[in-house]
């Protein structure tokens, strides 16, 4: 009777080894379509992509309603749609089983970035750096990116140049932190034109016109001082 048992509890292990692994392959599967699906050109291709993942990821559901990589999946999916009500229901179903993840702090961070709303994606950013992806290349540029969305150049700089330590080889970081260096010092724009504002750039050559008038003004000054 136990050799019975025992070969009855070997033969349902390995059934949910097996199933769990087919479990595993199709999730990474859904995966991998989705990835198509955001690279695709075409946007019927593109479509096709996200529909047979979504198609996968609801049967993964059905068979196992609690595994995190299904729930996210299917958030990401909803998102890919631009279906918000059910992107952050699955992804907070994801996330309370685990709020303190950096991973999962990250994926909420990136359902606010989705959705342009780049002030509370920025918290949940930040919250995963400090839990655990201080050093994290994509979690860093994306935080970088939300304050360049908000305009705030001097947070998008630091980001981008924390960006620049951690992956030197960077091309986008280095064309964004010329493109910043530039405007320190801008050449042939039209705020320039402005005598008064091209001043303030001290590394920018006055034309001979250009410094005759700031020898004026500094003669006027001069003399309206002396009263």
Request: glycine fraction near 2%.
């Amino acid at each position: 009777m136990n050799k019975v048992l025992r070969n009855l509890f070997v033969y349902i292990f390995i059934i949910i080894l097996l199933q769990s692994q087919v479990l595993a392959d199709d999730v990474s599967k859904g995966e991998q379509l989705i990835k198509k699906a955001k690279l695709a050109q075409i946007k019927d291709e593109s479509y096709e992509y996200i529909n047979k993942a979504r198609d996968i990821f609801r049967e993964a559901y059905e068979n196992n309603p609690s595994d995190i990589r299904v729930l996210l999946g299917l958030s990401k999916v909803a998102q890919f749609i631009q279906d918000r009500g059910d992107a952050k229901l699955y992804l907070l179903m994801a996330y309370n089983t685990n709020p303190a993840d950096p991973k999962l702090q990250r994926e909420m961070a990136d359902f606010f970035y989705n959705f342009q709303e780049y002030s509370t994606a920025i918290e949940y950013y930040k919250l995963a750096l400090a839990s655990g992806l201080l050093m994290d290349f994509e979690t860093n540029l994306k935080t970088a990116q939300c304050y360049e969305k908000l305009a705030d150049v001097e947070n998008a700089r630091l980001y981008y140049q924390i960006c620049a330590q951690i992956n030197p080889s960077s091309k986008v970081v280095a064309d964004k932190l010329n493109q910043y260096d530039s405007e320190d010092h801008p050449d042939n724009t039209e705020e320039l034109e402005n005598a008064g504002y091209k001043y303030l750039f001290k590394d920018k050559k006055l034309s001979e016109k250009e410094q005759n008038e700031a020898d004026s003004e500094s003669i006027i000054e001069q003399i309206n001082s002396s009263y």
